[in-house]
């Protein structure tokens, strides 16, 4: 599974940007979807994640009422909508994918990684 993250930008404080990811595979409807990010000297930490099955979404705390992760299935393509960005939220996305169910919040749950896309939101 080859995975394109995209969407990421510079932007004011409480604004907002949609990543969007790619996914190669013809069945992207059989895996489950999540997103994560790392800062500069920081480790990679979980966003968000939505399962395949029912659709089912996971977010971390920090993010939880201001991002929205999405899947449409027949565009083969994941979303997050991030909502009233903070300067926290700086950091490079990665989308991953994961053949397996439940969702999960561990970086080594997923086997398949995009190659990340910025997201800097200056104060």
């Known amino acids: 599974v080859q995975l394109q993250a995209y969407g990421g930008g510079l932007v004011q404080a409480g604004g907002y940007l949609r990543l969007s990811c790619l996914a190669s595979?013809?069945?992207?409807?059989?895996?489950?979807m999540g997103w994560f990010r790392q800062a500069p000297g920081k480790e990679r930490e979980f966003v968000a994640a939505?399962?395949?099955?029912?659709?089912?979404?996971l977010y971390a705390d920090s993010v939880k009422g201001r991002f929205t992760i999405s899947r449409d299935n027949a565009k083969n393509t994941l979303y997050l909508q991030m909502n009233s960005l903070k300067p926290e939220d700086t950091a490079v996305y990665y989308c991953?994918?994961?053949?397996?169910?439940?969702?999960?919040?561990?970086?080594?749950?997923?086997?398949?990684w995009g190659q990340g896309t910025q997201v800097t939101v200056s104060s």
């Open positions: 991953a994918a994961r053949s397996m169910l439940p969702a999960t919040t561990t970086t080594a749950g997923y086997d398949y």
């Open positions: 595979a013809r069945t992207f409807s059989r895996y489950t």
């Open positions: 939505i399962s395949w099955r029912l659709g089912s979404t």
